[in-house]
């Protein structure tokens, strides 16, 4: 029998207990990168909220089926359909094809998750192969009566839904104020219609572009979630998961064209759980590529920092709490982890029997004292709470260093713990990464000059940053700046 799981619905705006629609299986769906470039800390932010909930939902008992997209077409620099596709930006930029941008960076995003101990979704799809379905989930709409034509595309129209915007709980009659002020330029019927099929742009032949019955062009962006999560899961079904930066735009209009397409359908809803983690912050400003300060998991590993410090950063604050970061944070973070990863290290090699324990197969309850028992039922319904990772952390800590509490049940705790929060703290890494941290350290003095180049380049004192690169280089190492504004640095 599963534990009672609690979750914060977005679209009710409350906390619930989940229920599955199945007994059987519990089915999510999450929202993966648009592989146009690599994907910063925010990005992997959503990635670790993602692979905490599905490591909780196992943790209560239920089976799960998990999904995962890869948009490599379709997402548009702008919003409301407007720019160019990101894929071909990033082609442009990087002087390859659209299909190799696509392979790099999702090649480097299951780098970057695998680094922070995520368990991959069971079935990983790419917007790309699903382009027929695509077609013909759209075809369905036209034939429920939801689409209209323009110069440009095929557009949803959201006035036909009367709750169109619920999740974002849209003031739609302020949105409409003053639309269709210029047709010349806007042939949308309703400011909130959106794009399902682009037309490609005349006289201009992209590298992504499909034949369909509306003319050659190329899927929006938010038809390929649509179609791979209801060909992989049906509708409806259980969890929907993304950041809070898709609730107003793509979840909603997700929402907005699952029910047109199951308008004829005893039930509408697609989905009946909305989860979604807050954003992650600089504490000195936004953090974007025109500033030039993304930062990467690769960036925190050119400073000499383990990326499940990472990991365990953003386990201190619920995935619902907005994030601040910075790089004393980040550090501050990467010292409480190390300290904690080598206390349960020494309990581990003090005992003359290390208890061994294999997926999920833990002790019985009666082999814990009780004081262990305690703890553990601690953790786990703080955990069975919307996932309250801050709270199980200081749980895990206290118990690392109660007296009272035998070593045994010290380590059983901290594997039952981390088989969520997915810490690698019980895995005897600590020689491993010691290694790791000593051969990719980078000296004090050498950050500093990087962050004083950065500087100079942001106030285009280029000549500085020129002087700065070169003393770098004198140091032994070589700083080279990559086309996504990041900079790679390599011992020479």
Not at 15 to 37: A, H, L, N, R, W
Request: aromatic share 8%; proline share 3%; with cysteine.
């Amino acid at each position: 029998m599963p534990k009672e799981l609690k979750l914060y619905n977005t679209l009710t705006r409350k906390k619930e207990v989940f229920k599955p629609i199945s007994e059987d299986i519990v089915k999510m769906y999450s929202c993966g990168p648009t592989v146009y470039s690599e994907a910063h800390i925010g990005n992997m932010r959503a990635a670790v909220f993602a692979d905490v909930l599905r490591r909780t939902i196992k943790m209560a008992g239920y089976n799960l089926k998990s999904v995962m997209n890869i948009t490599d077409v379709g997402h548009l620099t702008d919003d409301a359909d407007a720019g160019d596709d990101k894929m071909e930006v990033g082609a442009k930029r990087e002087q390859k094809s659209v299909w190799d941008i696509a392979k790099k960076y999702t090649d480097k995003y299951f780098e970057d998750t695998d680094k922070l101990n995520i368990i991959r979704p069971d079935i990983i799809c790419k917007a790309t192969d699903y382009i027929q379905q695509q077609i013909e989930y759209i075809k369905k709409l036209e034939e429920n009566g939801f689409t209209y034509k323009t110069s440009d595309g095929i557009y949803f129209d959201t006035s036909k839904l009367d709750d169109y915007g619920k999740l974002a709980k849209l003031d739609i009659e302020g949105l409409s104020a003053g639309i269709r002020v210029d047709d010349s330029l806007n042939e949308k019927k309703n400011k909130t219609d959106f794009a399902l099929w682009k037309f490609s742009p005349k006289n201009e032949k992209r590298q992504m572009e499909w034949d369909s019955p509306w003319g050659v062009g190329f899927p929006g962006w938010h038809i390929e979630c649509s179609v791979m999560s209801m060909t992989h899961l049906g509708f409806p079904f259980d969890i929907h998961t993304g950041g809070v930066d898709h609730i107003p735009v793509h979840h909603t209009n997700e929402i907005a064209q699952n029910e047109a397409y199951c308008c004829h359908c005893d039930d509408k809803q697609s989905v009946n759980y909305w989860l979604h983690n807050n954003h992650l912050q600089l504490v000195d400003g936004k953090m974007s590529k025109s500033l030039g300060n993304v930062i990467t998991v690769s960036t925190i590993e050119e400073k000499g920092i383990y990326p499940l410090a990472l990991r365990y950063l953003y386990l201190l604050s619920h995935y619902r709490a907005e994030m601040k970061f910075s790089w004393d944070i980040l550090k501050n973070a990467e010292k409480a982890y190390l300290r904690l990863e080598e206390k349960i290290y020494l309990l581990q090699k003090s005992l003359s029997k290390p208890q061994k324990v294999k997926g999920k197969r833990f002790q019985k309850k009666n082999h814990l004292s009780p004081i262990g028992q305690d703890i553990k039922k601690k953790i786990e319904n703080a955990l069975l709470d919307d996932m309250a990772t801050p709270v199980a952390i200081v749980l895990l800590r206290d118990a690392i260093d109660n007296k009272e509490l035998p070593d045994n049940d010290k380590v059983y705790i901290a594997k039952f713990a981390d088989s969520v929060l997915g810490l690698r703290l019980v895995e005897n890494r600590r020689q491993k990464f010691n290694k790791k941290k000593s051969d990719n350290e980078i000296p004090q003095e050498i950050i500093d000059l990087m962050e004083k180049r950065k500087e100079a380049k942001l106030a285009k004192d280029f000549a500085v940053a020129d002087a700065i690169r070169n003393e770098i280089r004198d140091s032994g190492y070589e700083i080279t700046d990559n086309p996504d504004g990041t900079y790679s640095l390599k011992k020479i």
